[in-house]
């Protein structure tokens, strides 16, 4: 209980002593108007108060939760018009105020021991004279001080305000009103990627929410090492760039996804002879300087003549290999025909140091002439 509501209570017994009296004459220093037989016991006792029952008038000290220090002394000015009450609150309700009370102390009620009216803890006189502040907070001291945060993060000027509940080593994000929130993901304390196989990359959905993304598509993705990671193209439009072409091929061109295209490099090997061969002439033997294929059936190879020959004549595709020959195929002409047509059962492959030898018919037409032969090879490796 404060001391503000004592005083009230000081006031409250000083007009109870009013119904003894009346109020002086107004503009007059006269004494009050006696009632019932009280102006007949004055001066009484200093302190009291004059008390009609109805019957007979007495004075009367003050009891219970007031009291009088100032009993049987003078308590009013000789004109009745100052010092005229010297009442002592001590209670409440009965039960007593213990200890000397300052302006603006508080009470608080004690029931042991007790009951009684006690200094609350820690109350002191009631106005605020200092006011400190611990870290994070700082105070510049004094009844009205400026609290300021003293220990802070950055430069900004605002407070940033956070709701919801929170899990250890998840990222934060903003919701519609301006609050921090947990963003419901984990968040890499490292600065490396997200886990996964294959490895991973920091995105965010299509609701802007954050989450872990694989690298897939035209692309390859691959840990280099800490805080490193290498990407790799491995299409262009979702086609595999590059590829190889086979030994003695040539590339010929390239798409716009990068694939190449693939030709066998071929050799024309070149044999022929004006005049009329003669019987079993050795037109050619031409030296091999690498890997060469006759394809089957001669592919691409061709033969023709100025002159037609009388008959059929066809002449021997040979291959010499160390001393040794094999028939390779053969080229004849018809009767009437300027144009020599190829037989080759199967692929014939020539290594550096063979021969490709031509030979006429043992029996040799006699007209065809002016005769040239092309055998085309497939190259090997270059």
Same mark, same amino acid.
């Given at each position: /209980?404060?001391?503000?509501?004592?005083?009230?209570?000081?006031?409250? !017994?000083?007009?109870?002593?009013?119904?003894?009296?009346?109020?002086?004459?107004?503009?007059?220093?006269?004494?009050?108007?006696?009632?019932?037989? %009280? /102006?007949?016991?004055?001066?009484? =006792?200093?302190?009291?108060?004059?008390? @009609?029952?109805?019957?007979?008038?007495?004075?009367?000290?003050?009891?219970?939760?007031?009291?009088?220090?100032?009993?049987?002394?003078?308590?009013?000015?000789?004109?009745?018009?100052?010092?005229?009450?010297?009442?002592?609150?001590?209670?409440?309700?009965?039960? $007593?105020?213990?200890?000397?009370?300052?302006?603006?102390?508080?009470?608080? *009620? +004690?029931?042991?021991?007790?009951?009684?009216?006690?200094?609350?803890?820690?109350?002191?006189?009631?106005?605020?004279?200092?006011?400190?502040?611990?870290?994070?907070?700082?105070?510049?001291?004094?009844?009205?001080?400026?609290?300021?945060?003293?220990?802070?993060?950055?430069?900004?000027?605002?407070?940033?305000?956070?709701?919801?509940?929170?899990?250890?080593?998840?990222?934060?994000? *903003?919701?519609?009103?301006?609050?921090?929130?947990?963003?419901?993901?984990?968040?890499?304390?490292?600065?490396?990627?997200?886990?996964?196989? $294959?490895?991973?990359?920091?995105?965010?959905?299509?609701?802007?929410?954050?989450?872990?993304?694989?690298?897939?598509?035209?692309?390859?993705?691959?840990?280099?090492?800490? @805080?490193? *990671?290498?990407?790799?193209?491995?299409?262009? @439009?979702?086609?595999?760039?590059?590829?190889?072409?086979?030994?003695?091929?040539?590339?010929?061109?390239?798409?716009?996804?990068?694939? $190449?295209?693939?030709? +066998?490099?071929?050799?024309?090997?070149?044999?022929?002879?004006?005049?009329?061969?003669?019987?079993?002439?050795?037109? %050619?033997?031409?030296?091999?300087?690498?890997?060469?294929?006759? $394809?089957?059936? %001669?592919?691409?190879?061709?033969?023709?003549?100025?002159?037609?020959?009388?008959?059929?004549?066809?002449?021997?595709?040979?291959?010499?290999?160390?001393?040794?020959?094999?028939? !390779?195929?053969?080229?004849?002409?018809?009767?009437?025909?300027?144009?020599?047509?190829?037989? %080759?059962?199967?692929?014939?492959?020539?290594?550096?140091?063979?021969?490709?030898?031509?030979? !006429?018919?043992?029996?040799?037409?006699?007209?065809?002439?002016?005769?040239? =032969?092309?055998?085309? /090879? @497939?190259?090997?490796?270059?």
């Amino acid at each position: /209980m404060k001391v503000r509501r004592i005083g009230s209570l000081c006031i409250a !017994a000083l007009l109870w002593v009013v119904p003894a009296f009346a109020t002086p004459t107004a503009g007059t220093n006269q004494p009050p108007t006696a009632y019932g037989t %009280c /102006m007949g016991y004055q001066p009484g =006792i200093g302190g009291d108060f004059c008390l @009609n029952d109805g019957s007979a008038s007495f004075w009367q000290k003050f009891i219970g939760d007031v009291t009088n220090d100032s009993r049987g002394t003078p308590q009013c000015s000789p004109t009745n018009t100052t010092n005229c009450g010297h009442l002592k609150v001590q209670g409440f309700q009965g039960v $007593p105020l213990v200890g000397s009370p300052t302006d603006g102390q508080t009470f608080c *009620y +004690q029931a042991s021991p007790g009951p009684e009216f006690v200094p609350c803890p820690g109350s002191g006189s009631g106005f605020v004279s200092n006011v400190t502040a611990s870290p994070p907070l700082g105070s510049s001291g004094g009844a009205t001080p400026n609290i300021t945060a003293s220990v802070v993060q950055g430069n900004g000027t605002k407070l940033q305000l956070s709701t919801g509940t929170t899990t250890t080593n998840d990222c934060v994000k *903003y919701d519609a009103n301006g609050n921090t929130v947990d963003a419901g993901v984990s968040c890499s304390s490292s600065g490396q990627y997200p886990s996964g196989a $294959p490895p991973q990359i920091a995105g965010y959905s299509t609701t802007n929410t954050p989450e872990a993304e694989t690298v897939s598509g035209d692309g390859s993705f691959a840990r280099a090492g800490a @805080n490193s *990671y290498t990407l790799t193209v491995t299409k262009i @439009n979702g086609t595999t760039p590059g590829g190889s072409c086979s030994a003695g091929s040539i590339v010929t061109s390239i798409s716009a996804s990068g694939v $190449p295209t693939c030709t +066998q490099k071929t050799d024309p090997f070149v044999c022929g002879s004006i005049p009329v061969p003669t019987n079993s002439q050795v037109l %050619c033997d031409i030296p091999i300087t690498k890997a060469e294929t006759i $394809p089957s059936n %001669c592919t691409g190879s061709q033969a023709g003549s100025t002159i037609a020959a009388t008959g059929t004549a066809t002449f021997t595709i040979n291959k010499i290999h160390s001393g040794s020959t094999t028939a !390779a195929g053969t080229v004849a002409w018809s009767g009437s025909g300027t144009t020599g047509a190829f037989t %080759c059962s199967g692929s014939t492959s020539f290594v550096a140091g063979d021969i490709l030898q031509i030979v !006429a018919p043992s029996s040799a037409d006699a007209t065809l002439a002016g005769l040239g =032969i092309a055998i085309s /090879m @497939n190259a090997g490796a270059l």
